[in-house]
């Protein structure tokens, strides 16, 4: 599997803002779709956002309008920008890429997971 790696994952108050990036590395033949995931504690795992190999975007309703998922392919990086976060925002976030290496190869690569914690 590829590496992926994220990073910006932190300890906020309510209102606050940060920015998670996630890198991917090694080769894309074809992107399927990338987003970002998180899991609190006792609870399973939710879609937060993704963007599809069209740049198509989807929100979860909690995170709609506060979040904003990007998608560098040069760097092969994406991005979610929080905005007005609120406690139940707190979660370990994954990132996830669907790609193809080659054609016919698809799979998931996922982050190893950075901390949010939003709280006063």
């Known amino acids: 599997q590829v590496p992926v790696v994220e990073s910006g994952g932190g300890f906020v108050q309510p209102g606050g803002s940060l920015i998670l990036s996630c890198a991917y590395s090694?080769?894309?033949?074809?992107?399927?779709?990338t987003g970002w995931y998180r899991q609190a504690p006792g609870k399973p795992r939710e879609e937060v956002a993704v963007v599809d190999s069209g740049g198509s975007t989807n929100y979860a309703d909690s995170v709609e309008g506060r979040f904003t998922i990007s998608r560098d392919d040069v760097k092969r990086t994406i991005s979610l920008q929080m905005n007005d976060l609120k406690p139940e925002d707190t979660a370990v976030y994954y990132c996830?890429?669907?790609?193809?290496?080659?054609?016919?190869?698809?799979?998931?690569?996922w982050g190893q997971g950075t901390q949010v914690t939003v709280s006063s």
């Open positions: 996830n890429w669907h790609v193809s290496r080659y054609l016919g190869d698809v799979n998931d690569s």
């Open positions: 090694g080769r894309i033949f074809r992107i399927y779709s």
